[in-house]
Each structure stands twice: as C-alpha cells, then as structure tokens.
C-alpha cells in the first residue's frame, strides 16, 4: 500500500463506500451540513482547508486501487501536532488490515514530513470497529481528555480522544 496526495478524482470512490447517513456522520461527524454530499462538495471542501496550508488529504492506493483515506490537519500554531481525520476505507476490504496499514503510513508521513512530535485523533465512543482499528495501529485513549458531544441523529454522539503512542 502507497499513501499518495488526494486527487479530486478519488472523491466518487472515498464517497460510494458511505452506505448511510450514520456511517456519513461517523467519518465526517459535522462536517457538512447534509447528507449525502456529492464529490464536488467534498473537493470544494477539501480545496477551502487546503487553501490554509494546514490540511492535507491523502488516499491510500494498493493493487486493487484505492484502498484507504484521511486526512492529516495541524492543530497548533507550531505546527508540531498533527490531527488525523476523515479516516476511511474500502468497506468491501474491512478485516484484512488495511486500515492498519494506512494509519502505519500516514504516522510515518506525520513524523517524517510533517514532523509532528503528537499525533492524535478524535473517534466517536459508538463506532467500536474504529476504536479497535486505532488501538491496534498504535493509539491509544486519553481519558484525561474529555472529547466533545456532538448531537447527531437525535443522539448524543461523544467523541473519544486518541493519541498515537509510539511517539
């Protein structure tokens, strides 16, 4: 698997793996403001952050094409922690590790590129198979780090902080 900059060409494949509105608000919380999105508001989105030189999209491709997706984001002024969000895969491949595998790339990336010293992520508590994902390519809970509650379907959704751990 090769992690390589997103093109706006790969938002029809990222977005035909959302089965539904709840697994639309678990990749993409608030985000945007309804659902589904079409590919062109996912890159006008994507063109508005990357505008700041501070957000940056990737996708993840292997032999059978595009396998994975997220996007990486500064969130301090020095630029020394990383946020990794929008994390998604090919729901069709899910259980062969690949999101594993993409967290190990974008981590490296991270640290090499980026040079982040932290790398954290935010997961909704009700998406376990995420949590399981993240626990296992090395993160792990920050208790201490009380997340948001977003209200989502008509529900409280609170979000678990996560931090990478071999940093």
């Not at 505008?51 to 292997?62: K, L, M, N, Q, V």
């Not at 984001?73 to 020394?80: A, P, V």
Request: aromatic share 12%; proline share 5%; glycine share 8%.
């Amino acid at each position: 698997m090769t992690l390589r900059p997103y093109r706006p060409e790969d938002a029809a494949v990222i977005l035909s793996w959302i089965r539904d509105e709840r697994s639309f608000r678990q990749w993409s919380a608030d985000r945007y403001d309804s659902y589904p999105i079409t590919p062109e508001e996912m890159n006008a989105h994507y063109a508005d952050m990357t505008a700041s030189g501070r957000f940056f999209p990737y996708t993840a491709e292997d032999e059978n094409g595009i396998a994975g997706h997220l996007i990486l984001r500064y969130t301090d002024e020095d630029e020394r922690t990383v946020r990794f969000g929008f994390v998604i895969v090919d729901g069709s491949r899910r259980g062969r590790g690949l999101g594993k595998a993409l967290l190990g790339l974008a981590v490296r990336l991270a640290r090499e590129e980026k040079k982040a010293e932290k790398i954290t992520l935010g997961v909704f508590e009700n998406n376990e198979p995420a949590r399981r994902c993240y626990r296992s390519a090395g993160f792990r809970e920050v208790p201490e780090k009380a997340g948001e509650i977003y209200r989502v379907l008509g529900e409280e959704w609170p979000c678990v902080e996560m931090e990478y751990a071999g940093l």
